[in-house]
Structures are given as structure tokens and as C-alpha cells.
């Protein structure tokens, strides 16, 4: 068994993308026109599935933010924080992010994906136990594997599975990590929090909520999905990311425990990884400060989700969830949706292909992300590419979730 | 307390029902080579197997377990356990 033996699948998925003449996990957008619009291949092109949810990538006092600390404090940290030293700037969106969710404190991560790995990793370890939504992405999974603790999957948003699981662990009941995400990233759907904070209240144990897809998007504050359901105070780990309502890169995650700044000492992810740079931090602190008072962004970006669900619904197409953020087109079969997503690129409308298995239970997906900046004319051409593309009545019913 | 056999018998049950009646299915099947089952598609039928025995199974355990007498072994090590 050699070493690249493994790889024979993923050449033949490969080879077959290649006769088809795309590649739709390497789109090269040539020119960035806008947070709407790119030229690929071109052609002028709406993006439709960025996940800039509130359009904020070329926001003037973002820009000119960042432009400042670039010419103050130069291009890069060069190295992490614990071995480099913090630059002030860390540390003041550390304090800001805290206060705009009311808690104790923050820890800024490099990534996103950073921000779940460098959590899980740094609080949970051998013997302790996590039980993870199994929807969950993968940075949830990853956190938990490089930790070691034990991970006990619970079926998607179902409180009922939760309540079965906490209860056979017994005692350790009460120290468990409970994590999931306020809107699932691939179909949209939302978790019933308020559900799943009765089974915490009922048996003890830590919360974690990633609100990657919902911050910025739900809540009057914009602080996510705990918030608009009123259960922020129950949540103790709120996980976040700078790369799509802020319009930056890097992650976060915010907590009362008084035990957080502790977390950051036993933090690989945290620890071994060079700072975010000071653009990318001061382009943040912008981002924030606007996202915090983001009440029409959200409006308009809530009328154009629902201008394009409601146009969806309209053609026919069975979509994952109710209207939000993110619309997932779902689709039974690879080839079926490989097709549509291609047909969709060539009428300049750029979404998201997703595949098995990064899909929940095996659907194929068209996935579209709405932004604050499409115009109603965009939504309007999106809409129109889809009716072109439209498959024929009586083609592959989606796969159920049940029987998959 | 169920016998390992016992507990053969009833995961082969569920997955010959979870792969919608494959019948070649023996305790020395193979679930991601034979069954060409990506780990996701292992998960999903450990659901099942949780349900059936009222046990929860890490998935830490993913890495020893390769065919369902893998599986077998560690249900049987759970429910000592539970």
C-alpha cells in the first residue's frame, strides 16, 4: 500500500470533472468588482454565494481602516502572540468583541476554522466527553479529534437524541460540552437553541454555539441566533468568525468563564500560529463597530433572501430550509447538480456546488449565500438564470433525509 | 448481558436493512472498502446501532473498527461498561 494509494478515488472524481471541461472546486474570479459581482472566465458575474452576508468587504471606513494600520504597522506580525508579543490592536477587538456580547472576554484566532480547532482543543482533552450535533462542520470535529476527548454525535437539531445521550452518561452529564451552530452552514436551517438549552438546564454540562452563518444576520444586535431567541446569557462559548458578516479573516470566541484567558496557554491552535495582521484587525474593529449598528444592513439583506426564496419557490425547486441567509437548493443526484451549477456559471450566476460527503446525508446542494449588497435587480437576474436552468419535471426527487 | 454472537446477529440485521438488502454482508464485511460506505454513511448507520442497544458509541472508536466484528467487539466492551 503505497502512500499515494489513497488518492486513486479522488483522481477518478477528478478525471471525470476534467472531461466535463470545469472544476468547480477551483474557480479562479479574475476581477473582484465589487462584494456582488467578479469577472470570471470574461464575464461579468454575480456572486451569489460569498457568505459577505452584509456586503461589508468594501465598505469605505473598512478599507480605510485597514489602509491605516497597513501604513502604521506594516504587513504582518511575523509570529504568534505568545511567543512575538500582541499588538495592541488584538487585544482592544479582544475587549470590544467581549463587550458587544456583554461577556467576561475574548480570544481572537487566526481563522475560523482556528477559532472552534484552538477552543475545543485548548478546553476539552482525554476523559472528557463533547457531544457534538452531528451536522456539525468540520472545525468542530477537528477541534475535538486533535484534543482526544471522547465525542458523542447527537442527531441533527433533535433535542429529544440530546436528552437520551446526557442521560446515559450519568454524572459526567453535568461536565459535558454540548456544540452545535446556530445556522448549519450547508442547508441553513437554524437549531431550535431554546430546546437545547432545556436540555442543559435539565442536566448541567457547557454550551458551545458557533454563530459563524448567524452572526451579523440574526438578533437586533446582530449577535447571532442565542441572541434573537433570548438565550445568549445560557450560552458559555460563542464561537464567531471575521470572514463573513465582517468582511475580514480570523475567528473568535467569547465568554463569561472567568477561566478563559487560561485557555489560550493550553492552545495549540492558538499558540503555534502567527497573530491575524493589523489590517485584517483593524478592518475588523471597523467591520464591528458597523455590523453593531447594522439594523438596516440586515434589513436589506432579509428582503433579498426573501426575494430570492420566494422566486425559488416559485420555479419549483425544493430548498433546505425557510427563508434565510443561505438558500440550499437541494438536488438527488451528483451529476444532476454538477450540471445545474455549471449552466448557472455560464449565465454569469456564481454558487456554491456542494457534494457528498461534505453534505448532510447525502444530498447534492446548490448553495447561494445572500448578501446586504445585491441589488433587487441582481436577485432578479439570479432568478431568471435559474428558471433557464431549470431541470425538467420529474427529474430525481431529492433524497430523503430519513431513509439516506 | 448479550453474548458478542447475539450482538453480530442484530448489526448485521440493521445493516443489511440500512444498505437496502445486501445480502454478501458477513461479520468479516468490510464497511468503507466492501460496502464502499464513506465515514459519514458509518456514523449515520451507527445511529441506528445507538438506538438499538440504548448506547451511545464515541466515535473515537472509528479508527478500530473496520468490519462488524470490529463493531461487535466494541458494543459488547459499551455495554460491560454501561
Known sequence: MGIFDKFSKLAAGRRELDALGIDPFGVQIDRIVSP???????????????????????????????????????TGTTGSRMANGSYASHRLLEEELAAFYGMRDAIVFSTGYQANLGLLAGLTGPGDVVLLDADCHASIYDGCRLSGTEVIRFRHNDADDLTRRMRRLGPRAADALIALEGIYSMLGDRAPLRELVAVKREFGGYLLVDEAHSMGVCGAGGRGLAEELGVLAEVDFVIGTFSKSLGGGGGFCVSDRPELDLIRYASRPYIFTASPAPA?????????????????????????????????????????????????????????????????????????????????????????????AHTTAQIDAVCAAFAEVRPAAGATPPAQRAAM | MLEQAQILSQIHDELVAFTQGRSEITADTDLIADLNMDSLRVMNFLLLIEDRFDISIPVNILPDVRTLRDLAAQIEKLLQQG
Open chain 1, 36 to 74: 456582488t459581482e467578479g469577472v470570471i472566465g470574461g464575464r461579468h458575474t454575480i456572486l451569489a454565494g460569498t457568505n459577505n452576508y452584509l456586503g461589508l468587504t468594501f465598505d469605505a471606513q473598512c478599507i480605510a481602516a485597514a489602509h491605516h494600520a497597513l501604513d502604521q504597522e506594516g
Open chain 1, 280 to 372: 485584517t484587525i483593524a478592518s475588523t474593529r471597523a467591520a464591528l463597530r458597523r455590523l453593531a449598528q447594522g439594523h438596516d444592513l440586515r434589513q436589506r439583506l432579509r428582503e433579498n433572501y426573501e426575494q430570492l426564496h420566494a422566486g425559488l419557490l416559485a420555479l419549483g425547486y425544493t430548498l433546505g430550509a425557510p427563508p434565510g441567509a443561505v438558500i440550499a437548493v437541494v438536488l438527488g443526484e451528483r451529476g444532476e447538480a454538477l450540471k445545474l451549477w455549471h449552466e448557472l456559471l455560464l449565465r454569469g450566476v456564481y454558487v456554491n456546488l456542494m457534494l457528498p460527503p461534505a453534505t448532510p446525508d447525502g444530498v447534492s446542494l446548490i448553495r447561494c449565500s445572500l448578501s446586504a
